[in-house]
């Protein structure tokens, strides 16, 4: 099963953040996504079904991932299945498992070796990045690790920034904190 070491963390300064991640990056390639991801109940891990509204023809994915919901870099498996049908697939996955909720954002995408940096404007929750170091075959936990940290404090991200969740998690607890 593929692997990535992750950080996820709010963040206050976007721009800082994207300005300094191409610098890094050595390139001014950046991939702008705008992402709608339906998690549907499951009973470990998560399950999300990811569409990409800024181009229909582009394939959706059937997600599944754990990850522990701890702060700071952390180990994720995942598998993913592309679709042609999201639509139908939402449906199956809606009878089949109900859903969770929804997590639309726009996603700045930049390159930083093997590392995903992703800048996320997430509708109901702000700014927030995610670091995803795609693990190589034979590299160590602890060699991704590594280059989390590395990038974490060149790209000024603080301890205190990092959550641990997703971002569905947070969505739930907002709507959990605002019927109280």
Do not use: W
Not at 49 to 71: G, I
Not at 146 to 157: H, R, S, V
């Amino acid at each position: 099963m593929p692997s990535n070491i992750e950080i996820k963390a709010h963040l206050r300064s976007p721009e800082y953040v994207r300005k300094k991640a191409l610098e890094l990056s050595g390139s001014d390639k950046v991939e702008i996504l705008h992402q709608c991801d339906t998690f549907f109940h499951c009973p470990n891990g998560r399950l999300k079904l990811r569409e990409f509204k800024e181009d229909p023809t582009k394939l959706s994915q059937l997600v599944f991932y754990d990850r522990p919901d701890t702060t700071g870099p952390k180990l994720s498996k995942f598998s993913k299945t592309e679709s042609h049908h999201p639509d139908q697939l939402k449906i199956t996955l809606t009878q089949a498992l109900g859903v969770q909720g929804i997590v639309k954002k726009t996603r700045t995408l930049i390159m930083i070796g093997q590392t995903r940096v992703h800048i996320d404007e997430v509708d109901e929750l702000g700014s927030f990045m995610e670091l995803e170091v795609v693990m190589k075959q034979d590299q160590s936990i602890e060699e991704g690790t590594k280059i989390a940290d590395n990038l974490m404090e060149e790209l000024g991200i603080q301890p205190s920034d990092l959550i641990s969740g997703a971002y569905m998690d947070l969505i739930l607890q907002r709507n959990v904190d605002g019927e109280s």
